[in-house]
């Protein structure tokens, strides 16, 4: 069973920048970053395929940054945050090795626990 576990979360200003980590269990193909604000459906914002191929929202391109460091480890480095980024923030992991709709969270198997991110304005 994959594990997977959040941190980095926290409270900032906008225009800040925070960098949430995700520590997994083994080694994963495709990891992404999801997150869901009150009263709203969860979506994706990141994802990267083998430490390398990424993709991102609309949303957040240009602010945000997907990563993996050369143990299990993925990061989404946050910068320039808005208000609109308040959400809670989840690690995920699909189950194949593939790469297509890893935007969507109905392709992801393993689910982190979340960790919360609140931007003020």
């Known amino acids: 069973q994959v594990q997977l576990v959040e941190s980095g979360g926290g409270s900032v200003q906008a225009g800040g920048s925070l960098r949430l980590s995700c520590a997994a269990s083994q080694y994963l193909f495709t990891v992404g970053w999801f997150r869901q604000a009150p009263g709203k459906e969860r979506e994706g914002v990141a994802a990267i395929f083998s430490g390398a191929i990424s993709a991102y929202a609309d949303s957040v391109k240009g602010r945000f940054s997907i990563s993996k460091d050369s143990a299990n480890n993925w990061y989404l480095q946050m910068n320039s945050l808005k208000p609109e980024d308040t959400a809670m923030y989840y690690c995920?992991?699909?189950?194949?090795?593939?790469?297509?709709?890893?935007?969507?969270?109905?392709?992801?198997?393993?689910w982190g626990q979340g960790t919360q991110v609140t931007v003020s304005s």
């Open positions: 995920a992991a699909r189950a194949d090795a593939e790469w297509s709709g890893s935007l969507q969270e109905g392709r992801y198997k393993f």
